[in-house]
């Protein structure tokens, strides 16, 4: 009961969710896709599921960069640091992420150069102080960071400075939601649209998922009260018939995105032909490259990279867990052969993946909003 | 790398236009300013900050709400580590 106090306006919330029963047909079953892992970081650790009727289920999506990373991607960035010149530089996130010889981390503790930097400019720096090395910088992320390394990039190129690079492993989100509606075992109502990423691309290139797909989206915060607004919005928009691109998190994210940031990526990078998506499988035009212009700072230009494969244990039921197929724990491997101190698949890997987050959240609830019914 | 963190801009540095120290509760480190050059802030200003960079405008309020946020999410704590980072903690004095 601690942290009860720590909900704004616990009152709200809970006319918040008494609207959502109104609103709700018995006779219909919901599946509503949150695309991003803070949202399902946040659904889980709020426990989101217990106030919503039983006939909504929560499809967790492909929005943890860490999660749909391939395992071989990261050996390949990993190779690239088997050079003793090179240093080998990376959010923390990304330091327990295991390849299939380790990961960074334990390539550290083998002796090789791999460092934690919290923003890419520092990389930069760590190319300065270190001027006889090479700095490769493994990129990684959705258009939250993309344009944080493009701006990095173009100081780079700016200052001149040639003993840097970057492992581009930045992915879209668009391609990916695009993937998830084409697949034919998957059957959704409506999405909850990613807050941070939208900052960036805003909310016009959702509109294909409403005209076209006909399904609503409601671009979203990350409070519970945010998340559940979001449901509101969503399941008004279906009670009509309507499909919609709303933004619920309008303190934040502006329609029209940010326009600094989305030059700059649109001037280092350039669309991949295809990628591969850990879970997923390959989808085209769903990550970034860096463009000729640039080639001097592109570790995949600059370095023989072995473009390892590999693919997941068959056991692992990742690809279906991330369409909303099977939920974490009907997983044959969840909880047993894959945990997040030891995860086989891609969503055990990250806090915000969603194997993970059933997981720590699931069975040891601190905090639910069904607690509040009692201190209201 | 994917929650945002919220800061209070405490002087926008004259010479390199593109960065500013902020202050994310108490800890100062400098945020590059380089996103928001087509609604730039000024001092005092609150701004939503992703891997070094400041990346959106808010208000205070939001401000407080989004590091309270952090706290009930269990991620603050993560979150001051990569502010301090910032700047390969400290390193950047002795580059300059």
Not at chain 1, 17 to 40: F, N
Not at chain 1, 107 to 128: N, W
Not at chain 1, 276 to 296: H, M, T
Request: hydrophobic share 40%; net charge negative; aromatic share 8%.
């Amino acid at each position: 009961m601690k942290y009860v106090d720590e909900f704004r306006d616990p009152e709200l919330i809970l006319k918040t969710a008494e609207e959502i029963r109104r609103l709700t047909d018995p006779q219909r079953h919901y599946r509503i896709m949150e695309v991003c892992g803070g949202h399902t970081h946040a659904i889980y650790r709020f426990g989101l599921k217990d106030v919503l009727p039983e006939n909504i289920d929560l499809i967790h999506g492909p929005g943890c960069p860490v999660c749909v990373l391939p395992m071989g991607r990261i050996d390949d960035g990993l190779s690239i640091a088997a050079d003793p010149k090179v240093i080998f530089a990376a959010f923390g996130d990304m330091m327990r992420v295991p390849g299939a010889n380790g990961s960074p981390l334990e390539h550290k503790a083998r002796g090789r150069d791999v460092r934690i930097v919290y923003s890419p400019t520092d990389a930069i720096k760590l190319a300065k102080l270190n001027p006889d090395k090479h700095v490769m910088f493994f990129a990684i992320g959705f258009e939250t960071t993309a344009p944080s390394t493009a701006l990095t990039l173009q100081r780079a190129k700016a200052e001149g400075l040639l003993n840097f690079s970057v492992f581009c492993n930045h992915v879209t989100i668009i391609p990916a939601i695009r993937a998830i509606l084409d697949s034919p075992d998957m059957r959704l109502d409506g999405f909850i649209g990613p807050g941070h990423c939208s900052t960036v691309i805003g909310c016009r290139p959702y509109e294909w998922i409403s005209a076209d797909e006909g399904k609503p989206i409601v671009v979203c915060g990350f409070e519970p009260l945010d998340l559940l607004q979001s449901i509101v919005m969503l399941l008004r928009q279906l009670k009509n018939g309507e499909a919609k691109v709303e933004n619920q998190y309008k303190r934040v994210v502006p329609w029209e995105g940010n326009r600094a940031a989305l030059k700059a990526m649109n001037e280092v990078f350039q669309l991949r032909p295809y990628f591969e998506w850990r879970g997923l499988g390959f989808i085209s035009q769903s990550a970034l490259r860096i463009r000729d212009s640039y080639a001097n700072w592109d570790a995949e230009r600059r370095f023989n990279i072995p473009g390892i494969r590999i693919t997941d244990p068959k056991a692992a039921q990742c690809g279906e867990v991330l369409k909303g197929v099977l939920k974490p724990a009907q997983c044959k491997l969840f909880a047993r052969e894959c945990t997040p101190e030891s995860p086989v698949g891609a969503l055990m890997v990250s806090s915000e993946g969603s194997c993970a987050a059933f997981y720590n959240y699931e069975h040891r609830k601190t905090v639910t909003i069904s607690n509040l019914a009692s201190v209201v | 790398m994917c929650l945002a963190i919220p800061g209070k801009i405490v002087e926008i540095t004259a010479e390199t236009t593109h960065s500013a120290l902020v202050d994310v509760v108490g800890v100062r480190r400098r945020v590059d300013l380089g996103l928001l050059q087509e609604d730039q802030p000024k001092a005092g200003d609150w701004v939503l900050i992703h891997v070094g960079f400041a990346m959106s405008k808010i208000s205070e309020e939001e401000a407080h709400d989004q590091m309270q946020m952090l706290q009930m999410l269990g991620e603050s704590q993560a979150a001051m580590e990569e502010v301090r980072g910032y700047g390969l903690d400290g390193e950047e004095e002795k580059i300059s």
